[in-house]
């Protein structure tokens, strides 16, 4: 009789050690804040580099700006070296750094004042309009996407849901600039109800925080519309219709904070683009903001003002953003854990 050998299969009787899990397994909010503060850092490097080589690659001479068309040879090259420019590009890269971490960023080319002197003073009345503008475009898409959609679900009322479609269609796709100047047109020069540019009284905000969100609002009005159809063919929304849930609970309860995870995420990115209609639409206005002053830095080659702007304005998209992950974590743990 053949020796009967020894089975491979292991005893499953004996009690196997358990695997311990990470401290990051067992704390999905501290993994979560944890890759989501590493995304930020990465994000303000790239976005303090390609400021610093955007300026490296325009064509120019700063200290020529610097000391005037007419300055000689020898105050040129004296202004190069006041501003560190006749160093080695990456020697001038890295007290660019330096001079982030401690406030010092320069002088501007053109006013000689501070750069960060500049941007403290300008950028209160920018942040203002800015602000103004996403709270409302975010309030005015919540309630009226909301509100069409529960007239329009289901394919009711065809003749809503076409015009709806047409007029947000159509307004969404107003730049920044030719709403400015109808808002000017009908309501400052033919109606004469508020002022046409400058920053004062209430009034004076109007028109400039309307001409930022006037095309946003209607492209964030369609998506929070979209996804309230979405929401409301839900098994858990027709079950509160079955046990006849009034509408003011079932939406306020089960629809509203289920599209708000979905419409923040979306309106992140197009929160960004609104930052950046402020440009344009400071101009149109006078507005004494970080606008104009980008603008006219541009046409002077002021290179330290502009890269300190331009990371002004990336270091405020990229708070948003990461405000409006707080927000989804904050709204909905699970689906936002889950997602990330």
Same mark, same amino acid.
């Given at each position: 009789?053949?020796?009967?050998?020894?089975? /491979?299969?292991? %005893?499953?009787?004996?009690?196997?050690?358990? $695997?311990?899990?990470?401290?990051?397994?067992? @704390?999905? &909010?501290?993994?979560?804040?944890?890759?989501?503060?590493?995304?930020?850092?990465?994000?303000?490097?790239?976005?303090?580099?390609?400021?610093? *080589? *955007?300026?490296?690659?325009?064509?120019?001479?700063?200290?020529?700006?610097?000391?005037?068309?007419?300055?000689?040879?020898?105050?040129?090259?004296?202004?190069?070296?006041?501003?560190?420019?006749? @160093?080695?590009?990456?020697?001038?890269?890295?007290?660019? &750094? $330096?001079?982030?971490?401690?406030?010092?960023?320069?002088?501007? =080319?053109?006013?000689?004042?501070?750069?960060?002197?500049?941007?403290?003073?300008?950028?209160?009345?920018?942040?203002?309009?800015?602000?103004?503008? +996403?709270?409302?475009?975010?309030?005015?898409?919540?309630?009226?996407?909301?509100?069409?959609?529960?007239?329009?679900?289901?394919?009711?009322?065809?003749?809503? %849901?076409?015009?709806? !479609?047409?007029?947000?269609?159509?307004?969404?796709? =107003?730049?920044?600039?030719?709403?400015?100047?109808?808002?000017?047109?009908?309501?400052? +020069?033919?109606? %004469?109800?508020?002022?046409?540019?400058?920053?004062? %009284?209430?009034?004076?905000?109007?028109? /400039?925080?309307?001409?930022?969100?006037?095309?946003?609002?209607?492209?964030?009005?369609?998506?929070?519309?979209?996804?309230?159809?979405?929401?409301?063919?839900?098994?858990?929304?027709?079950?509160?219709?079955?046990?006849?849930?009034? /509408?003011?609970?079932?939406?306020? $309860?089960?629809?509203?904070? !289920?599209?708000?995870?979905?419409?923040?995420?979306?309106?992140?990115?197009?929160?960004?683009?609104?930052?950046?209609?402020?440009?344009?639409?400071?101009?149109?206005?006078?507005? /004494?903001?970080?606008?104009?002053?980008?603008?006219?830095?541009?046409?002077? @080659?002021?290179?330290? #003002?502009?890269?300190?702007? =331009?990371?002004?304005?990336?270091?405020?998209?990229?708070?948003? !953003? #990461?405000?409006?992950?707080?927000?989804?974590?904050?709204?909905?743990?699970?689906?936002?854990?889950? @997602?990330?």
């Amino acid at each position: 009789m053949p020796a009967i050998s020894a089975s /491979p299969i292991a %005893d499953t009787d004996t009690p196997q050690p358990q $695997k311990r899990e990470s401290f990051l397994a067992r @704390k999905p &909010w501290a993994a979560y804040l944890l890759r989501r503060g590493g995304y930020f850092v990465v994000s303000m490097f790239v976005l303090v580099t390609v400021a610093f *080589l *955007l300026m490296q690659l325009i064509p120019g001479d700063p200290a020529r700006v610097s000391a005037g068309e007419n300055a000689s040879p020898e105050a040129v090259e004296a202004r190069r070296v006041e501003l560190g420019l006749d @160093k080695p590009v990456f020697v001038q890269y890295l007290s660019f &750094w $330096k001079g982030l971490f401690t406030g010092d960023l320069g002088e501007s =080319i053109s006013s000689r004042m501070p750069v960060i002197d500049v941007i403290m003073q300008r950028a209160p009345a920018t942040l203002e309009i800015a602000w103004s503008a +996403v709270a409302i475009a975010l309030v005015v898409a919540i309630c009226l996407g909301l509100t069409f959609g529960a007239l329009t679900h289901g394919d009711r009322r065809p003749g809503v %849901d076409i015009g709806f !479609n047409s007029v947000t269609a159509v307004i969404a796709l =107003i730049p920044e600039f030719l709403a400015g100047i109808l808002l000017v047109y009908f309501f400052a +020069v033919t109606l %004469d109800l508020l002022p046409v540019a400058g920053r004062g %009284d209430f009034a004076s905000y109007i028109l /400039p925080v309307t001409a930022l969100a006037f095309g946003p609002a209607a492209a964030l009005t369609r998506i929070v519309r979209a996804e309230t159809l979405t929401v409301l063919q839900q098994d858990y929304v027709r079950t509160a219709r079955a046990r006849r849930m009034s /509408p003011v609970r079932l939406y306020g $309860k089960h629809v509203l904070p !289920n599209l708000l995870t979905s419409t923040l995420t979306i309106s992140g990115m197009a929160l960004g683009g609104m930052i950046a209609g402020t440009v344009i639409v400071e101009s149109i206005f006078a507005w /004494p903001g970080l606008g104009s002053v980008i603008v006219q830095s541009i046409q002077e @080659k002021d290179y330290p #003002l502009v890269q300190a702007i =331009i990371i002004f304005y990336g270091a405020v998209v990229l708070l948003i !953003n #990461l405000a409006i992950d707080m927000a989804l974590i904050l709204l909905d743990p699970r689906t936002a854990l889950d @997602k990330s």
